[in-house]
């Protein structure tokens, strides 16, 4: 998800933490001769703050994804070891000490409970962000070392409006801050406002989204403040089980329309943003010799929203397609087929260190062969224009050398690759 999306979901489940207390949030303040106190700085202001964090802190990976030489190391170090359990724990920490350090200084009178609800925060700020990215078809390993799989939700697009619409308007009518709540509502109008002219978002709905943030700006407007805080969680969580909802009806309509004749090792499916009505899928097959790679868009209400009306990506990848040999029905339109050998591809894992490596994030790997000893090793879930986009890189066939620093993932295809 996106870093504002992910400092929503903090805003909202401080939220709900401050509206667990009696008081709101508000604790005295112990202040020493001569020594700051936390009278302007409540606990419901560091509950925000450590929520806001705590939710953002597993994107610091990129702080060290320069171990590996690009462009392997954004690819393998992204949702790396800061997008799992032990990191969760030692980001954690780090940010518990911070609380530790920072109400001594300003001699903060907290109760035993009140460090707890705090500590609480620190430890699901960085484990609400791992689950929130493992819903989309990116993925997470959140059970390294014991499990150093990849795992994906393929159920929500990077970007969603729906989950602004949902949370933001709590967050307004609880905002204590007319800066605060001029800058929730401002986000809350552009966020919703933009999709109205972005072409991926069908103008139905872009009109349900405004509907639904009115709907809920309305509720939050009339809510007592306990009610609001919880609103906000549970119509988020909503939003997130209807885009699961689909996603598994997009899974189980590919599968019915391909049938029993294909080896099929993976379907890859995402939601176009604020619709969960369309969604654009990969398939990874093999057949025979063959590694085929089918690209669909699949509606998952036909009757309502036929795949027709679904917007058109206009995606003009690097990897070339052949028109599909799989045949349409009322749910699946197909859109390509990439078609290669699988001999070459096990060979490349087999044989180039740096195929090797990318094949440790690559889901739905492609490549081209280039005239002057390269070629250009991709994944197909990213590659929509003919130049290098973020998941492409030009490798040598021959590699002089290798990568270092290459995590231990478990490679995406080892079901395809036959390998551990």
């Known amino acids: 998800m996106d870093n504002l999306t992910h400092a929503l979901a903090g805003m909202l489940v401080a939220e709900a933490a401050v509206q667990l207390r009696s008081d709101g949030g508000k604790v005295p303040a112990r202040a020493a001769s001569g020594s700051p106190s936390l009278s302007a700085f409540s606990w419901r202001s560091a509950a925000y703050v450590v929520s806001v964090a705590g939710n953002n802190l597993p994107d610091l990976d990129f702080l060290w994804s320069g171990i590996t030489a690009r462009p392997f190391g954004y690819l393998l170090h992204h949702r790396g ?45 960085p484990l609400a962000h791992i689950a929130m990215d493992s819903s989309n078809n990116y993925g997470v390993h959140p059970f390294w070392p014991l499990y150093r799989g990849w795992i994906y939700g393929d159920a929500v697009f990077i970007v969603e409006p729906f989950f602004w619409a949902a949370g933001l308007p709590p967050l307004v009518f609880a905002a204590r801050s007319a800066i605060t709540r001029s800058a929730l509502l401002a986000f809350l109008a552009l966020g919703v406002g933009s999709t109205f002219f972005v072409r991926f978002v069908p103008a139905p709905m872009a009109l349900l989204l405004a509907l639904l943030a009115l709907g809920c700006a309305g509720a939050a407007w009339r809510a007592s403040p306990p009610f609001r805080a919880l609103f906000g ?24 329309a391909l049938g029993r004749e294909s080896e099929l090792f993976d379907v890859v499916v995402t939601p176009m943003p604020a619709n969960p009505l369309c969604f654009m899928v990969l398939t990874v097959e093999r057949h025979g010799g063959d590694y085929v790679a089918r690209r669909a868009t699949v509606a998952t209400w036909p009757a309502l929203f036929p795949h027709s009306s679904c917007p058109d990506t206009e995606e003009r990848a690097t990897a070339s397609f052949a028109p599909s040999s799989a045949a349409d029905t009322a749910h699946v339109r197909w859109r390509g087929d990439y078609v290669a050998p699988f001999a070459r591809l096990a060979a490349l894992y087999r044989d180039n260190c740096q195929a090797a490596a990318l094949l440790r994030f690559f889901r739905v790997p492609y490549w081209v062969d280039g005239d002057d000893g390269t070629l250009i090793f991709g994944d197909l879930r990213y590659d929509r224009s003919p130049g290098l986009d973020f998941s492409d890189a030009r490798i040598e066939r021959w590699p002089t050398s290798c990568p270092s620093a290459v995590p231990s993932w478990t490679p995406p295809r080892h079901d395809l690759l036959d390998v551990e």
């Open 233 to 256: 969680v549970g119509l988020c969580l909503a939003v997130a089980a209807s885009f699961f909802a689909a996603s598994r009806t997009a899974v189980s309509a590919v599968r019915s």
């Open 81 to 125: 070891h800061s997008h799992t359990v032990p990191g969760a724990l030692v980001g954690a920490l780090l940010l518990a000490g911070a609380v530790i350090a920072f109400t001594h200084w300003r001699r903060a009178a907290w109760s035993r409970s009140d460090y707890c609800s705090m500590f609480a925060l620190c430890l699901g700020g």
